[in-house]
């Protein structure tokens, strides 16, 4: 049974820093790619970033230069490394992975507000 369980999400004022963790348990993290999502209230489910099993990220543009996603297989986690946040950037967060099926963590809030 795969579980994805997120952390690290909180209150930040416009301009600051968090990072998100994703641990991952019930299978081969090392041969996943793994992505983080987020979602507004009302709004539609968002990408923003991924890394592949190799460890190549992406980001879509309006996240590049402010967000770096990373991996430690060793620890079976996946980390978004998010800076200067903006407040559009207030969602709960979720990290991602596909293996044979869609599997979602629980989410973690993140507000970004002054």
């Known amino acids: 049974q795969v579980q994805l369980v997120e952390s690290g999400g909180g209150l930040v004022q416009p301009g600051g820093s968090l990072r998100l963790s994703c641990a991952a348990s019930?299978?081969?993290?090392?041969?996943?790619?793994m992505n983080w999502y987020r979602q507004a209230p009302g709004k539609t489910l968002q990408w923003v970033a991924g890394?592949?099993?190799?460890?190549?990220?992406s980001y879509p543009d309006f996240v590049k230069g402010r967000f770096t996603i990373s991996r430690d297989n060793a620890k079976n986690t996946v980390y978004l490394q998010m800076n200067s946040l903006k407040p559009e950037d207030t969602a709960t967060y979720y990290c991602y992975m596909y293996l044979n099926a869609d599997y979602w963590g629980q989410g973690t809030q993140v507000t970004v507000s002054s």
């Open positions: 890394i592949t099993s190799g460890g190549v990220p």
């Open positions: 019930g299978t081969i993290f090392s041969t996943r790619d």
